[in-house]
């Protein structure tokens, strides 16, 4: 993408989206101190408040907000169910729930209120992202607790284009709509816009001859690689967009007509790119985990949510002529990352690279090590029955391909070993995924 | 005409070869010929066995990756000579040979070679047709009883 062009018109839907910098600072200073205020009465902050006497007086400048308390996830589990609410129940207009891999949803209300500000937030990226009036979206995220469906179908009405609410699965039914309703646009997951291309061609139809031109795709992390794929086999612009539910849903961030970076709505989100070790700052440009506060959530304000998710930041004027600053698609998660020299790699990716290869994910070990001084990754993968073949050359080349793809998706040169089954140990069910064996002193 | 060959995934460590035979040796399995190929960091091995249905359970229960192959097995002439002959037949019809090994056994002036082909039922077509014999597992069995 060329700085100077852009992929689409240039439109912006809110005012707000442009405001300058100076003026954007002072609003998100005085909505700072008010959410301060909001939240003394949510017993997580008011233990904390009072123990180290805040009050929306403490709040002089903008980083003031490192005064006050991160809220983990784990924060938010232990005051379930909505133990973070920072209006009467009776305010509460909506409930979803973000899903995890521990077992009960973490729930989430919303104002009424919430609900305005959330759609306005995505009508800004849908907008951005090439959204007109006269379009019509099929949206197929899951409806129902999950944000995704939900938070989009409001956004869609909001810049006024025609809602189909196909919801998430069967691929052929969602081909039939795209065919008989010639959507403009396509809203899922960009591994979701994938499998739609494959359901196209098992059934005989040209992918790119599909009457869709744009796509928003979010609710996982993908990579530059994936929008190329996408963009080729669909024959469409697709549009990253970033959001979480514990913060309100997506419209967190998202990208304009430069794609060059997902905006980050900062009239309402206050956002920090913090080493996750030191919880200091880190530089501009460096990647860190993202800290969000909420400035304008009513039901469940959040001060310093540590989203875990790793990007970059970038403060720099856009061509497009918002102010906000922009972030980078997430790397990753900071809970599990690798530094191999000087690469930021997540087990995350070595799956991918893995998928890639081999259709389906095998038990995998990430083993490193630092014999000298360099850093060496040797990729433990376990065989199985459909991987194993009794010609020499065939092994070889699996190894070579898995190495290659670990270097293409992950940037890092790993040794692969192929191993037996069930030689990787498991942890209660779960395959332990990393084993660090660097010295932790550089002595 | 074809037999079947079992193939193990194995790591190239010590003590690995031996396990699987071991495995196999207790379910009172008698084992034909092996082949190993080997880099330093993994082996197949390759194993021709007559109870191969009994043998699989016994090392796919045991845990290992199993891989089952349908290969030929060709009487040659133990003599100078006797494979290149072979060898100029399947050429001269186009088939190409994914590895070969020799079963452990003579017989007289015999000496039985394992072929992997891409497409054994052609080769054992081209094999018979220019009069080499190919040695079926009954008949292989037989002599080693």
């Not at chain 1, 700085?3 to 989206?17: K, L, Q, T, Y």
């Not at chain 1, 805040?54 to 308390?69: A, K």
């Not at chain 1, 646009?185 to 994938?194: E, F, G, K, N, Q």
């Not at chain 1, 270097?407 to 084993?435: M, N, Q």
Request: charged letters at 25%; one cysteine or more; glycine letters at 8%.
């Amino acid at each position: 993408m060329p700085a100077s062009g852009f992929a689409i018109e240039n439109r912006v839907f809110d005012p707000a989206e442009t405001l300058p910098r100076a003026a954007l600072e002072a609003l998100q200073l005085e909505r700072l101190r008010d959410l301060v205020a909001r939240v003394s009465e949510v017993p997580f902050y008011r233990d904390y408040f009072t123990l180290h006497d805040i009050t929306r007086r403490s709040i002089r400048s903008l980083d003031d907000v490192r005064r006050l308390p991160f809220t983990t996830k784990d924060d938010l589990r232990r005051h379930q169910p909505l133990g973070f609410l920072a209006v009467p129940r009776r305010e509460v207009a909506r409930i979803h729930g973000s899903s995890g891999t521990t077992g009960r949803p973490t729930f989430v209300a919303y104002t009424a209120q919430d609900l305005k500000t959330w759609s306005g937030l995505c009508a800004r990226f849908l907008v951005a992202g090439g959204l007109r009036p006269e379009h019509t979206v099929q949206i197929a995220f899951g409806y129902g607790l999950f944000t995704g469906g939900f938070g989009l179908h409001y956004g869609v009405e909001q810049v006024g284009a025609a809602v189909i609410p196909a919801a998430s699965g069967n691929t052929r039914r969602q081909l039939d709509i795209i065919h008989d309703l010639a959507p403009e646009v396509l809203i899922c997951t960009p591994s979701y816009a994938l499998t739609i291309a494959d359901g196209a061609r098992e059934l005989g139809m040209d992918p790119r001859s599909l009457p869709l031109r744009f796509g928003h795709f979010g609710g996982e992390p993908w990579t530059e690689d994936m929008r190329r794929e996408i963009e080729e086999q669909l024959d469409i612009l697709a549009f990253n967009n970033y959001g979480l539910s514990e913060v309100m849903g997506p419209g967190v961030s998202g990208e304009c007509a430069a794609r060059n970076g997902m905006h980050l709505q900062e009239d309402h989100f206050l956002v920090e790119c913090l080493d996750p070790e030191t919880l200091a700052p880190v530089p501009e440009g460096e990647p860190g985990e993202l800290v969000i506060t909420t400035l304008t959530r009513e039901a469940v304000p959040m001060i310093r949510y540590r989203t875990r998710d790793i990007a970059r930041l970038y403060r720099e004027p856009c061509a497009c002529g918002r102010h906000m600053t922009r972030m980078s698609r997430v790397a990753g998660r900071s809970d599990d990352m690798l530094i191999i020299r000087g690469v930021n790699v997540f087990p995350s990716q070595i799956e991918e690279a893995l998928l890639r290869v081999e259709g389906t994910t095998p038990h995998y070990l990430i083993e490193v090590d630092r014999p000298g001084t360099l850093d060496q990754v040797t990729v433990k993968v376990e065989i199985r029955a459909e991987m194993f073949s009794d010609r020499m050359d065939r092994m070889q080349g699996l190894r070579e391909r898995i190495a290659r793809e670990i270097h293409t998706v992950a940037g890092i040169r790993a040794e692969v070993d192929l191993v037996e089954p069930r030689r990787i140990e498991r942890f209660a069910g779960k395959a332990k995924r990393v084993l660090d064996k660097r010295s932790l002193s550089d002595g | 005409m074809k037999l079947q060959q079992l193939s193990l995934f194995l790591e190239n460590r010590p003590g690995r070869l031996g396990a699987p035979l071991e495995a196999i040796a207790a379910a009172g399995i008698n084992l034909m010929t092996l082949s190993l190929a080997d880099t330093a960091q993994f082996g197949i091995l390759r194993l021709i066995v007559r109870e191969w249905e009994q043998a699989r359970q016994v090392l796919e229960d045991a845990g290992w990756v199993v891989n089952l192959t349908e290969v030929v097995a060709v009487d040659l002439l133990d003599r100078p000579g006797g494979l290149a002959q072979a060898l100029k037949v399947l050429e001269s019809a186009g088939l190409n040979i994914e590895y070969l090994y020799a079963f452990s056994l003579r017989r007289g002036d015999k000496a039985i070679l394992i072929f992997r082909f891409d497409d054994p039922d052609q080769a054992i077509t081209v094999l018979k047709a220019a009069g080499l014999h190919v040695v079926d597992a009954e008949e292989l069995f037989s002599h080693v009883a």
